[in-house]
């Protein structure tokens, strides 16, 4: 039963890891395409903000691999 409350555990982690990298490719293509000063330098925060929960989604399925 632990094994499988891993399971479910690890493959919702890495779900939400991958629709996070589908929305860093939508916010590079419209970084892309804009012009406008401001507006392309909230896309790239709006960029780091992702890899940031990236990274935190890695640790934590990091952290996990590790207490099993």
Not at 4 to 9: C, D, F, Q, V
Request: with cysteine; glycine share 4%.
């Amino acid at each position: 039963m632990a094994i499988e409350g891993y399971k479910k555990a690890f493959e919702g982690l890495l779900e939400t890891y991958v629709s996070l990298g589908d929305s860093a490719y939508t916010i590079v293509r419209f970084l892309k395409k804009t012009d406008n000063a401001d507006t392309h330098s909230k896309l790239v925060a709006e960029c780091r903000s992702l890899d940031k929960k990236r990274l935190d989604l890695l640790d934590q399925i990091d952290n996990l691999a590790k207490s099993t």
